[in-house]
């Protein structure tokens, strides 16, 4: 009998925590999710939205992630928690930088990757997350990103060009209602990546709340181009349940409202 995959549902997979180990001597948590019966046809590096603000490894895009696309698309996820970021997993050493010190924490995501000898790897960021994709993502053992509600508050021009120059594909999901940045400026923004594709996404907001399975199918196109979409709402073999109670309190990736920290002063 199928059953409706749900927010708290975790489908089979490989999981274990992990831990990553910076250039400048720091501890970061994570774990990295698997399928069971197959070698992964692709990897999703995910850099989370701004901790200040409640983003860490277990945002619930995320965490949907890695519950469900090892078994659905066949994909290895690596979640872990930036410099001074907490989750249920722990919390990783060192402090919050302002998109500065966490280019070591990206170099040392995509180091595990590549240690690991997991295939075709691509950064997913949200928030927070795309500025350091586009700022410290662009290296040889990255295919390319997807950015989730990209701000473009701490990339420069510069990190734009980089991408451009490399010719890696960049696609940003773009929320119709977004907090910082809406499709049409976004398309603007982005012209400077000839080859970067803006995908405005109708009736969402920063947040994704509600649209999560549409984020993945859009993740999984690219990733996994191989995989029949829309992804499958119901699941016919064993399933799991998480506790997503501890994450109640920890949704709050970005408030239009609230100040948030910027990039530091040069």
């Not at 907001?205 to 999984?220: P, S």
């Not at 349940?241 to 040069?266: E, I």
């Amino acid at each position: 009998m199928s059953t409706p995959i749900r927010a708290s549902s975790i489908l089979p997979g490989l999981r274990e925590d992990i831990e990553l180990h910076t250039a400048d001597g720091l501890r970061l948590v994570g774990e990295l999710a698997r399928p069971v019966d197959r070698e992964p046809v692709g990897t999703l590096v995910c850099l989370h939205p701004l901790p200040t603000h409640g983003g860490m490894m277990d945002s619930h895009v995320f965490r949907k992630a890695a519950w469900r696309l090892p078994a659905l698309a066949g994909l290895a996820v690596l979640r872990f928690n930036t410099r001074g970021t907490s989750s249920v997993r722990g919390t990783s050493e060192g402090e919050f930088d302002a998109a500065v010190g966490e280019r070591f924490d990206v170099a040392a995501a995509i180091e595990y990757a590549e240690f690991a000898e997991l295939p075709n790897i691509w950064l997913v960021g949200w928030s927070f997350g795309t500025d350091l994709a586009l700022k410290y993502g662009c290296d040889p053992a990255v295919a390319g990103a997807v950015l989730l509600s990209p701000p473009l508050r701490f990339s420069t021009p510069d990190d734009l060009s980089n991408w451009a120059e490399a010719g890696k594909p960049l696609t940003a999901l773009v929320p119709e209602f977004d907090d910082y940045l809406r499709p049409d400026e976004a398309r603007r923004r982005f012209a400077a990546v000839p080859q970067a594709e803006v995908v405005g996404m109708p009736g969402a907001k920063h947040l994704w709340v509600g649209d999560a399975e549409a984020v993945l199918d859009e993740i999984v196109r690219r990733v996994a181009p191989g995989t029949p979409l829309p992804l499958p709402r119901t699941w016919d073999g064993p399933m799991e349940t998480g506790d997503v109670s501890a994450y109640a309190d920890r949704t709050v990736a970005a408030f239009a409202d609230t100040p948030v920290p910027g990039p530091r002063p040069t």
